[in-house]
């Protein structure tokens, strides 16, 4: 069964105050980081995979994508979408990534942002995303990093008696699969895959993979959230940049 | 200045004692799963970079290599290979790896057992390896993780008050260069280089990235050394495949 907790109305409730904060890790760090990688957008024709409200389709869009397609589990997230991103370019399909059919080569990219953790099997959702690229198509997605997701106790940091942080935990890194935890409400499950699992299941269904990328925060990010700057000391999430084959899109 | 800690008297000393142990973390972990990697050797001409006292280049011309060029930086350990494992097909050369002059294409595969982390200037490195090997021609190297290069201070683990390990410490992830460690001897100099750097600088050179691995220790290695379940939980060694171009070799 695939996870819908952002219908949960507790999660929700919670996230939605959070990402309206305009202060989360996905402003200053994760998103400037995934949209700084995007390739020239002219005419494309894109796939936003986990969309949520759909601030990242819209993006595409105003750089000149000729269309989305947003995907989200979450009918609350659709409905926010369709309220706060409404475009005629960008259509919004309710479903969960892994219930999307595979289809003839028609995007240009595919952008997931964050979405790939929730992910149960991930190898056979790469399998299916390469069917829905164009040669020459990328995939870009961002993820919580493997060496974030690895340890299965949610206390990951010890401090010293001055309450500075001394180092971040890992553990069981080799142990893939199902991690539970609290993030509003109990149980929100993420898939731990190692580093090599998430590579080497894109090379094994034809991506050429182009460019890793552990993003920093940016300057305002470092004023506005002074705990960014561990960023430098253990970065939080992962970005992955392949293309269908070598050619360029 | 390249560093050169294998000639040091008393370094030598304690790591050939630990090597003619024949119960090292090479012998159970990286060197059967980098063994594993390389592709069939019949008729290839190899270089091996950071070759010590012959070991893996003797492996590939059993397996079948026309030749092998073994290069490390430390005199002692190339008067060691040639008395352990001289071989007609093997050439030895004393020289750091940073000091070989760009040439004609010349290698199918350039192999390298950890070493890589001693190197200063990786990139310059890889583009260099980028001239010596024929289109088609194969990069395989491992390397200390840099999950564990990354922290500055020695001591890396925590135990409860049963000693037994809690966690591993990671800091300091995107301080890369020099790290300085006591293995023998004081001043051994690594250096910690992050994840996207090894692998965008094989990529911006040319390679196309072929599979990253994480070795598991074998099962003999398990009975004889029980702390290397601990791989299970922390990886030590990472080992990168790349080619020159996506043509089989």
Not at 143 to 160: G, L
Request: aromatic share 10%.
């Amino acid at each position: 069964m695939k996870q819908n907790i952002y219908d949960d109305p507790i999660f929700f409730e919670g996230y939605m105050n959070l990402r309206d904060s305009g202060r989360t890790y996905n402003d200053f760090l994760e998103q400037p980081a995934i949209r700084g990688e995007l390739p020239n957008l002219k005419g494309k024709r894109v796939m936003d995979l986990g969309c949520g409200t759909g601030g990242l389709g819209k993006y595409c869009i105003e750089k000149g994508a000729s269309s989305v397609v947003g995907v989200d589990i979450s009918e609350k997230m659709i409905s926010r979408a369709l309220k706060e991103n409404k475009d005629e370019k960008i259509m919004y399909v309710c479903s969960p990534i892994e219930d999307l059919s595979k289809q003839t080569e028609s995007f240009d990219l595919i952008v997931s942002s964050l979405a790939f953790h929730y992910i149960k099997d991930y190898e056979s959702v790469i399998q299916k995303l390469h069917t829905f690229l164009k040669p020459g198509g990328m995939l870009i997605y961002s993820i919580e990093h493997p060496i974030v997701t690895a340890r299965k106790d949610m206390k990951n940091w010890w401090r010293n008696v001055d309450g500075e942080r001394l180092h971040w935990a890992l553990d069981h890194y080799r142990d893939e699969g199902r991690r539970e935890q609290h993030w509003y409400v109990d149980g929100v499950i993420k898939y731990h895959r190692t580093i090599p699992t998430l590579i080497n299941g894109l090379i094994g269904q034809g991506f050429v993979l182009e460019k890793m990328l552990e993003p920093l925060p940016t300057p305002d990010g470092m004023n506005q959230m002074p705990d960014l700057k561990n960023e430098e000391r253990r970065p939080s999430f992962l970005i992955i940049k392949s293309r269908k084959n070598a050619e360029p899109l």
